[in-house]
């Protein structure tokens, strides 16, 4: 079954954090995104879902920066990206910590590359270490630590240097299925908290639903937007509700219909 070539819905009296358009990007002779136009709204989730090889983690790397597209623009609070910034920080799949380094130096390793003193520094750290329920461990080094844990130093870290954007590369792929709902519940939490605009990698069609003010469905390389979907009612609910809520599960079930014929 084909997805649909529907237009994204205009995003009603919401600020526009980050915008791409007509983006295309090619190696070599593989054409990964073409012409990819889309909003990402100021201080919500947007997840970025589709078939495997479709451009997703190539969109999320063009937005940090560390890609040029082939054409196209992005822009990040309406300034045109040319590069990595402190706007913008990353969270990587394989948690890309320091292995020499504790956990409040990796987590303040960000800041210190910006200059910013250690008194200054450790503060800010300690209060993200907490955030995400690492507090006592700040003197533990990653091979210390297990997967789950060495993820949320590498989200604190991304937290620490209160870039506007955090640009997420399947940061729960990694552990086991419980570790992943309490991230999920704890991401939830940042989101409103922290108001920061999140853009979400995953595979995970329940995962995204669970987590997302809006989901970008994107087509098969070369990869466009197919369809935005907001499940905006599952905002208001108690997150240990949402996965019994007939609009999740409608969601769940509409976004499969849409994805299932190109799964091998």
Known sequence: MAMPQTKPAPV??????VSARSVSKTYGETEALRDMTIEFPRGQLTSLLGPSG????TLLKIIAGLLEPNSG???VNGKPVTGPGEDRAFVFQDFALLPWASVMRNVAFGLELRGVAKSEREAIAAKYIAD????????????ELSGGMRQRVGLARALSVNADVLLMDEPFSAVDEQTRRKFQEDLLSLVQNENKTF????????EAVYVSDQIALLLPRPSRVSEIIRPSGLRMKDVDNIRRDPEYLDTV????ALLRSYVE
């Open 132 to 143: 995400v329920g690492l507090k006592g461990f700040e003197k533990s080094f990653p091979h």
């Open 253 to 256: 079930d509409r976004i499969w």
């Open 12 to 17: 009603a009296t919401t600020d526009i954090a």
């Open 73 to 75: 623009t992005i822009e």
């Open 54 to 57: 479709c451009g997703k983690t």
């Open 199 to 206: 853009i979400f990698v995953t595979h995970s069609i329940e």
